[in-house]
């Protein structure tokens, strides 16, 4: 019974390359939360692999779920860019596409739509807040990876940049772009991440109090936290929080 009100609850979009996925709280929502998901992570990955969705649909949010592949959020595609990742959402898609349409389908909510992602997904809040003025009322990143210099032959960013040149320093360089951020910001990351070094919020969040130090932002750091959905949830929430407290 509850799977089929979850389904009379959903619905989707397909818009341009990317798959859009819309789930309803029980009454009127208050809010929208849109959720990205991190490289390779299939959209309903946040829901199902912690109680992030349920918590927020509690609290009165519509979701919005980002179906985003093998995306790192790109500003295009390259002529270096794997042929076989060309395919999946950029954030051109979501500027020109995604944005607009749900905003005329009245999913996305004035004043009251919220971002977050995890991982890849947490470099794309910092894209998408860099390019989007104020239509989101906040963002949380959490274990995002922003500083491109940490890794220069990460497979990621090699895959769709190309070779580590000065393409990775002035084209779609987070710490570059955080000066445009108007909205409060959310960073988390687990000092124990194996896969993403905690030092790319570290750097995103010293940054943001150098350049712009009257825009609200929270940096987290746990000592334990790792890049799991467990680290995920608990700070996801704790983003809600944050939100709520706006």
């Known amino acids: 019974m509850g799977e089929v009100l979850l389904l009379l609850m959903s619905q989707v979009l397909v818009l341009g390359s990317c798959t859009v996925e819309k789930r309803m ?56 860019t ?44 910092v894209m998408v807040l860099a390019h989007t003025g104020r239509l989101f009322r906040a963002g949380a990143a959490l274990s995002g990876d922003f500083d491109p210099h940490l890794n220069t032959r990460d497979p990621l960013l090699t895959g769709w940049y190309g070779r580590y040149s000065q393409r990775w320093d002035e084209v779609d360089n987070p710490l570059r772009l955080v000066q445009r951020i108007q909205v409060p910001l959310f960073l988390a990351h687990g000092v124990a991440d194996g896969v993403v070094p905690y030092q790319h919020s570290l750097h995103l969040y010293e940054t943001l ?21 467990g680290f995920w949830e608990k700070y996801a929430i704790e983003a809600l929080d944050f939100f709520e407290a706006l």
């Open 82 to 125: 794997r042929p076989d990742w060309r395919v999946y959402p950029t954030l051109r898609t979501l500027l020109d596409t995604v944005f607009p349409t749900l905003e005329r389908e009245g999913w996305l909510m004035p004043e009251r739509s919220f971002i977050m992602g995890l991982s890849t997904g947490g470099r794309g809040v």
């Open 209 to 229: 109090q150098k350049r712009r130090p009257d825009l609200l932002c929270l940096l987290r750091l746990d000592p334990t936290g790792k890049h799991d959905f």
């Open 25 to 80: 709280p029980p009454n009127q929502p208050r809010r929208t939360l849109v959720l990205l998901p991190g490289w390779n992570y299939p959209r309903t990955s946040w829901c199902d692999s912690s109680r992030v969705c349920s918590e927020a649909l509690r609290r009165g949010y519509q979701l919005l779920l980002f179906e985003m592949g093998k995306s790192i959020y790109a500003s295009t595609t390259f002529p270096e």
